[in-house]
């Protein structure tokens, strides 16, 4: 082998060792979590541990006081959006949220709440889970827990402890508090389903409430899941996940029932529950569901990547096999 040979081989040999100590370094990148408190939460102070926890954990936070702007989502890969109980979204919002999530790899976690508190509070939450093509939604209703072995001392009080044991965010998981919750439904084809019956790809439910739960809907609003309506019993779905989402399809959409990632009711904390009959594993969940949101970065680029080191790795070998047999 020649020595002009011997140096273009060396040369690309130290493109591919480059392009994989950028990788390891893209991977150390601290990841930025934007929290919206723009729009009001029900309690004052739901939000105000959550920073430092997440902090704590390795991650840079950014709460959101004033609106949502493509600014303040410029460089995050985690928006977390609590039910608006004070301000809707304004389009220019929901636009910027969109082109976000839309340029890929990255996550949003929107909470909802029973409706209650007003016909108009989920329907805000859907309309931005419209707006990002999500195949999971909220019903503008409410599920009870009549059986006090599923309740914290009130129906409303939900306990889930019905977890997916294949959804690595229900790991170490066992019971959490869903205070005051709707439930979730599927959108197929365009059309609303149940997703205790009907499978859709990439969606995974990850709690759900007990066969005795209840539907409860103050403002009698129509239900969507097929064959549904008020005083109907569950399971009903309180989490759901969806993958490979978004414009490129690497995007991530969490929904819970409830705005478990405050510290209302102690929902954010592993302990005892508001009332103490119950032991909650709301801070093992908060983590969980953070790390599997902070993995959509990592799996489309990386598999990408790789592939190109791979291929570049064969020219090399077949580019060496060739001038071997030359010489």
């Known amino acids: 082998m020649n020595k002009k040979c011997l140096t273009s081989l060396l040369v690309l040999f130290v493109l591919i060792a480059s392009s994989a100590t950028a990788l390891s370094a893209a991977d150390d990148e601290v990841v930025k979590i934007v929290i919206d408190a723009a729009h009001e939460t029900r309690h004052d102070g739901d939000l105000e541990d959550l920073p430092t926890k997440l902090e704590s954990w390795g991650y840079t936070v950014e709460v959101v006081t004033d609106e949502i702007t493509a600014d303040v989502l410029e460089g995050a890969m985690i928006l977390l959006i609590p039910i608006p109980q004070g301000l809707d979204y304004t389009a220019s919002e929901r636009n910027a949220v969109a082109d976000w999530f839309n340029a890929g790899e990255v996550a949003v976690w929107i909470a909802a709440d029973s409706d209650y ?3 108009e509070l989920i329907p805000r939450c859907n309309a931005i889970l419209t707006k990002l093509g999500s195949s999971i939604m909220f019903e503008n209703a ?19 402890s019905t977890w997916n044991a294949d959804h690595p965010i229900a790991a170490g998981v ?9 439930f979730i439904y599927g959108l197929k084809d365009g059309s609303p389903v149940d997703l205790n019956t009907t499978s859709i790809d ?35 779905v309180m989490m759901a996940t969806e993958e490979k989402a978004g414009d490129d399809a690497s995007s991530k959409i969490v929904l819970t029932t409830e705005a478990i990632f405050t510290s209302y009711k102690f929902m954010n904390a592993d302990g005892p529950s508001e009332k103490g009959n119950h032991d909650i594993q709301g801070e093992t969940l908060l983590k969980n569901t953070i790390e599997w949101m902070e993995e959509v970065s990592k799996s489309s680029s990386n598999t990408m990547l790789y592939a190109g080191i791979g291929i570049v790795i064969i020219i090399i070998i077949a580019a060496a096999a060739m001038m071997t047999r030359k010489k």
Do not use: C, Q
Request: cysteine-free; hydrophobic content about 30%.
């Open 202 to 236: 990439n969606v995974e439910w990850v709690a759900k409430s007990s066969d005795g739960s209840v539907i409860v809907s103050p403002h009698l609003s129509p239900i969507m899941t097929p064959e549904m309506v008020e005083g109907d019993n569950g399971p009903f």
């Open 117 to 119: 508190d007003g016909p």
């Open 142 to 160: 409410s599920v009870e827990e009549p059986d006090e072995e599923f309740n914290d001392g009130a129906a409303y009080r939900v306990v889930a």
């Open 174 to 182: 066992s019971k959490e508090t869903f205070h005051g919750p709707t």
